[in-house]
């Protein structure tokens, strides 16, 4: 199993409804055990800490560069805290062999602006993204 690559960063953009937005990707997993054991890629969202259910991972399509398509799966949109993994793409066992990519987005809520905005991060703003499989 490899990712590629094991992190990314997100440039914040402020969207017309004063959220900020990023994203990233795209994000390659190669499983070539041959086990068809099963998967999951996560993405976790680095930064300072305090923040309570502000940033909602939205991953893209999962693309199938190689192996059978539908194999693997995006996640659903899900809201984490600061450094706490959340689903990008799966392959339940008996699948996921091969090469797969997707990419995604992050938000972080009007509300949760305001936190942010003592710490400095605004329109611009870097976040680092790692990946990790399990």
Known sequence: MSISPLADTVMLHRRDDGELEGSFGPVVVTDARGSLAGWVLTAAIGGSSGLKEAIKVVPGPA???????????????????????????????????????????????????????????????????????R
């Open 63 to 133: 693309i199938a560069l190689t192996g059978r398509p539908g194999e693997a799966t995006a996640a659903t949109p899900t809201t984490v805290n600061i450094d706490q993994p959340a689903s990008l793409m799966s392959a339940p066992a008996g699948g996921g062999g091969g090469i797969f990519e997707i990419s995604g987005t992050v938000t972080l809520s009007a509300r949760s602006f305001d936190e942010w905005a003592t710490t400095g991060l605004d329109d611009r703003s870097i976040v680092p993204v790692s990946f990790a499989i």
